[in-house]
């Protein structure tokens, strides 16, 4: 039972990437201001629970990207960039955790050898 439980975590892991950069992306598109308040929330959660789960295998670099990532996203004190800016950070943000993705497989695959 216990080796489910690291396997469960890197599915959820992906899920939530995957969702998170989704989210992001369609930030480019026009939606209400309340879509965009939605998306604060969602990516503090969401980078809030990858840096605990990068903190649980004590990788300390994912641990300061995602709490900064947190950070930047929480929806309490907004931080005024512009929408272009807003929309840079957006993409950029979205890649980092698709390519976080790979990195994990490409990862696994070099242990595996």
């Known amino acids: 039972m216990e080796r489910q439980r690291p396997h469960r975590s890197l599915e959820l892991e992906k899920v939530i990437k995957t969702g998170l950069a989704a989210v992001l992306l369609l930030c480019l598109l026009k939606m209400p201001y309340g879509y965009y308040q939605l998306v604060r929330f969602v990516n503090m959660l969401g ?20 709490l900064s990532l947190a950070i930047l996203f929480q929806p309490f004190f907004k931080i005024a960039l512009g929408r ?10 979205a890649l980092f955790l698709i390519l976080s993705l790979f990195r994990k497989n490409i990862g696994k695959e070099e242990k595996k050898s």
């Open 84 to 93: 272009t800016v807003w929309n840079i950070v957006d993409v950029a943000v």
């Open 47 to 66: 980078f809030g629970y990858l840096a605990y789960t990068a903190a649980q295998r004590k990788d300390g670099n994912f641990v300061f990207v995602f």
